[in-house]
């Protein structure tokens, strides 16, 4: 008997027209460490006064499927996850969109059986990297249902394998008072970008247990975190305190392929204050918002981030 283990686990995706319609096998392999997405029901109890101490056994009540996949970023092989994310893509350039209509479904080769989620969508993304090591993306999965088969996992393979490693990456960041350029380079030890999407994922009818195809639902957040490994300049607190407006790049590059990240205007909201907590060098480090793009000129971005593979 086979028994499940991590060194023959597989993930693939492919896209869905209609939230809930029949499978069709995945097409994208996608180079994941990890997943935590998981099956709950909901007991509906039973309350019933019967004369006994005890509880009659419930019902099943509503199915909720969610939880992340992460992995490390490469050049080939998270596109799907970038389109599911922000919304569209064309040409390599992914934009987001205000609303989020792209589908995914998913499967996972645990050994035992293959695990399919037939509808899913991505409701938060988040992008990070770290001094010495590979960019990491996580993907929060909001899914219709699991199910399990028999049938064999498909024969799919990975577009290429060259990872995005943080060392390969140029960082720039200033005010828009003009174009970025190559005095604005900075660096950085290690940077988070999240892009929370605020979908409703928690509607049902009576026609199902399952929710229905989560939509946006509010305003969507994208926000940045980085840290600098050195105080030795006020520039950052100066733009807190001064309330103004930056702008950000965070490109990488393996020689061949290229990574870009855009961000046309942000405003730091905490962080960056510089307090002595002994002897040792100080560091900086902070939150900063990003927003859609109202008054920067200089960058080509309407929205909040813009994510370019070359």
Same mark, same amino acid.
């Given at each position: ?62 199915? /909720?499927? +969610?939880?992340? %996949? ?10 799907? #996850? @970038? =389109? ?109 970008? /999240?892009? +929370?999407?605020? %979908? ?10 399952? #929710? @229905? =195809? ?97």
């Amino acid at each position: 008997m086979s028994a499940g283990t991590g060194i023959l686990a597989k993930c693939g995706i492919g896209s869905v027209a209609t939230w809930g319609e029949t499978w069709n096998a995945v097409t994208d392999l996608i180079p994941f460490t990890s997943e935590s997405i998981e099956k709950m029901i909901a007991r509906i109890e039973d309350a019933s006064l019967t004369g006994i101490g005890g509880q009659k056994k419930g019902d099943a009540g509503l199915i /909720t499927v +969610e939880g992340d %996949l992460e992995g490390e970023l490469d050049y080939y092989n998270w596109g799907k #996850i @970038l =389109e599911a994310a922000l919304g569209s893509v064309a040409a390599g350039v992914y934009d987001i969109t205000d609303s989020l209509d792209k589908i995914i479904r998913m499967e996972f080769e645990k050994t035992v059986s293959r695990w399919r989620i037939g509808s899913a969508k991505i409701d938060k993304i988040a992008i990070s990297g770290s001094k010495g090591e590979v960019l990491k993306i996580t993907a929060t999965v909001a899914g219709q249902d699991i199910s399990r088969t028999s049938t064999a996992f498909p024969s799919i393979s990975l577009s290429g394998t060259s990872r995005v490693l943080f060392n390969d990456g140029t960082f720039k960041f200033a005010d828009t008072a003009d174009a970025l350029a190559s005095g604005d380079t900075v660096g950085l030890e290690s940077f988070e970008l /999240t892009l +929370e999407r605020n %979908l409703k994922t928690d509607d049902y009818t009576n026609q199902a247990r399952t #929710i @229905l =195809e989560p939509k946006v639902s509010g305003f969507r957040n994208v926000g940045l975190r980085v840290k600098l490994p050195r105080y030795e300049a006020d520039t950052w607190i100066n733009w807190k305190d001064n309330g103004t407006d930056i702008q950000g790049e965070l490109s990488f590059t393996d020689g061949t392929k290229t990574l870009t990240i855009q961000l046309p205007q942000m405003l730091i909201t905490e962080g960056f204050d510089v307090n002595v907590g002994g002897p040792e060098l100080m560091a900086q480090e902070g939150t900063i918002k990003c927003y859609v793009n109202t008054d920067n000129s200089y960058m080509s971005v309407s929205k909040e981030v813009k994510i370019t593979i070359s």
